[in-house]
C-alpha cells in the first residue's frame, strides 16, 4: 500500500524557515518524481515544487522560487522540502505524492502537514 506520511510543519514568524519531510513507501521510490503541493481551507491544492527521480530535476512555483528548496534521498524514500524567508502567504497545509503531474500520479494524499507562518 502506497503511503506518505509528512512531517516537519509547525508555527513559524516571518522570514524564518521550515524543513518538511516525508517518508513514502509502497512504491519503488527511486523510480518516480516526487512532489509537494499545499493547500488552504476553501482554496484548492496548488504545486510548490516537484523533482524527478533520475537527474534531480526540480520545479517550482513562482511564489516561492528563491525561498524553497526540493530534495530527496531516495535511500531514505523521504522527499524533503526547505522553506526559507517564510511568508504570512505560505499558511497552509503541505502535502507530498508521488509523480510529476497528474499523468504519473502514484497514491493517494496523505494527512499532510501544518505551517503557519504569524508573528
Known amino acids: 500500500q502506497v503511503q506518505f506520511v509528512e512531517s516537519g510543519g509547525g508555527l513559524v514568524q516571518p522570514g524564518g524557515s521550515l524543513r518538511l519531510s516525508c517518508a513514502a513507501s509502497?512504491?519503488?521510490?527511486?523510480?518516480?518524481?516526487m512532489s509537494w503541493y499545499r493547500q488552504a481551507p476553501g482554496k484548492e491544492r496548488e504545486l510548490v515544487a516537484r523533482?524527478?527521480?533520475?537527474?534531480?530535476?526540480?520545479n517550482y512555483a513562482d511564489s516561492v522560487k528563491g525561498r524553497f528548496t526540493i530534495s530527496r534521498d531516495n535511500a531514505k524514500n523521504t522527499v524533503y522540502l526547505q522553506m526559507n524567508s517564510l511568508k504570512p502567504e505560505d499558511t497552509d497545509v503541505y502535502y507530498c505524492?508521488?509523480?510529476?503531474?497528474?499523468?504519473?500520479?502514484?497514491?493517494?494524499w496523505g494527512q499532510g502537514t501544518q505551517v503557519t507562518v504569524s508573528s
Open positions: 523533482i524527478n527521480s533520475i537527474r534531480g530535476i526540480t
Open positions: 505524492i508521488g509523480g510529476w503531474g497528474q499523468l504519473d500520479r502514484v497514491g493517494s
Open positions: 509502497g512504491f519503488t521510490f527511486s523510480n518516480y518524481a
